[in-house]
Nanobody, 119 residues
Framework: VQLVESGGDLVQAGGSLRLSCASSGITSGIRYIGWYRQGPGKQRELVAAIRRRAIVDDYDYANSVKGRFTISEDHAKNAVYLQMNSLRPEDTAVYYC???????????WGPGTQVTVSA
């Protein structure tokens, strides 16, 4: 499984970005999708995630991004997106896509994409 993030950029505070995560080599269903970020001098943290459930998937957001960020997916393309609005300087980080598959205990990471928000 390979993941590649894109869409990171330098943007002014209040602006928007849409991150994409393209996947390849997937041979089973996706059980988990997550966007994480790691800011300068900080630990990697969960930003948003989709967890498959029997009927309705669970969507989870970090408190700091609720109402501003939206995670979504395109099943046909095996792609995942993170729409980020009302960006703040504290959103500056490298953003990573993380994927978990059914029948596979591991999860997979992309190399990350840099988001920089200027004041």
């Amino acid at each position: 499984v390979q993941l590649v993030e894109s869409g990171g950029d330098l943007v002014q505070a209040g602006g928007s970005l849409r991150l994409s995560c393209a996947s390849s080599g997937i041979t089973s269903g996706i059980r988990y999708i997550g966007w994480y970020r790691q800011g300068p001098g900080k630990q990697r943290e969960l930003v948003a995630a989709i967890r498959r459930r029997a009927i309705v998937d669970d969507y989870d957001y970090a408190n700091s991004v609720k109402g501003r960020f939206t995670i979504s997916e395109d099943h046909a393309k095996n792609a995942v997106y993170l729409q980020m609005n009302s960006l703040r300087p504290e959103d500056t980080a490298v953003y990573y896509c993380n994927l978990g598959l059914y029948g596979d205990p591991d999860t997979y990471w992309g190399p990350g994409t840099q988001v920089t928000v200027s004041a």
